[in-house]
């Protein structure tokens, strides 16, 4: 009908931070999305928003993946941005029993995932005329942190990820970038934010002296799916407060 959005995206890892904060602002916006999450519960805090529409899955699904483009263009008609931002943390140490298991569930989501957002988002973005897809992936994929190295290589996979796939889209007209936000404050975080001591130690090393806002990662995501960064492609926009400058 004539009152639905123009403009549609699938957001992934949407029941909470960034990928919250990135649903409501395109909503705002008067884009209709698709909100993808595992966390079924927390997709509850949409209901009643007529632009948004949700979807309980994984990510390292193949199954999920398509059934959010399929529900995009069954509810809105058409798909013009892909928001690949789902991603756990959880290394373990090298030599813990555990950690290639852990390792393996973090690469199956923060990298895999995105995998097949890509694959799967870029026949409607085609259909559409072309689109723009945003990876999240992290200055944690530019730099290193210690006891950090499965969620370094699976982000520092992603931007190379996002430049490969920038080259096999663009004669498609399908833009992909990568967002690396800098320490946020979402439930990643929340361990950091309990402990008032620690925040201030960690935030006056950020140039900025804080962290980031969810809203303000949303706001760098609407940037590079909107018109306005219609010449950007195969690139990481950093949004850390000046952390990797530092
Ligand atoms: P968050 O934990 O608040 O949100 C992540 C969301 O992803 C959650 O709702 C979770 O349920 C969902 N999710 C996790 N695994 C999933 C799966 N397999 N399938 C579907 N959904 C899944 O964390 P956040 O900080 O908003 O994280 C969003 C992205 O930002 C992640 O990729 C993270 O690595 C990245 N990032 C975060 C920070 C930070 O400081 N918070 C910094 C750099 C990058």
Request: glycine share 12%; proline share 4%.
């Amino acid at each position: 009908g004539s009152s639905e959005p123009s403009r549609a995206v699938v957001v992934t890892g949407a029941a909470s931070g960034i990928g919250r904060a990135t649903v409501e602002l395109f909503a705002q916006r008067g884009t209709g999305v698709v909100a993808v999450d595992h966390d079924e519960a927390g997709l509850k805090a949409f209901a009643g928003d007529e632009r948004i529409v949700t979807l309980a899955g994984d990510v390292s699904s193949e199954d999920a993946n398509r059934a959010a483009v399929a529900l995009a263009l069954e509810r809105f008609g058409r798909l013009d941005g892909a928001v690949l931002n789902a991603g756990i943390g959880g290394t373990l140490p090298l030599e813990h029993p555990g950690a290639l298991e852990a390792a393996e569930r973090i690469l199956s989501v923060n990298l895999r995932g995105p995998i097949l957002g890509i694959r799967t988002a870029a026949p409607a973005l085609r259909a559409s005329g072309g689109g723009s897809i945003v990876v999240t992936a992290s200055v944690a994929g530019i730099r290193a942190d210690p006891g950090n190295w499965a969620y370094n290589a699976s982000k520092g996979a992603l931007l190379n990820l996002v430049r490969a796939a920038s080259l096999d889209y663009a004669v498609q007209g399908i833009r992909v970038n990568a967002l690396a936000p800098g320490l946020t404050r979402t439930r990643i975080t929340a361990g950091v934010h309990e402990n008032p001591a620690l925040l201030s130690l960690i935030a006056r090393n950020i140039p900025l002296q804080r962290f980031a806002e969810p809203r303000e990662q949303a706001e760098a995501v609407w940037f590079l799916i909107s018109p306005a960064a219609s010449y950007i492609t195969g690139t990481a926009l950093v949004v850390d407060g000046g952390l990797d400058a530092s």
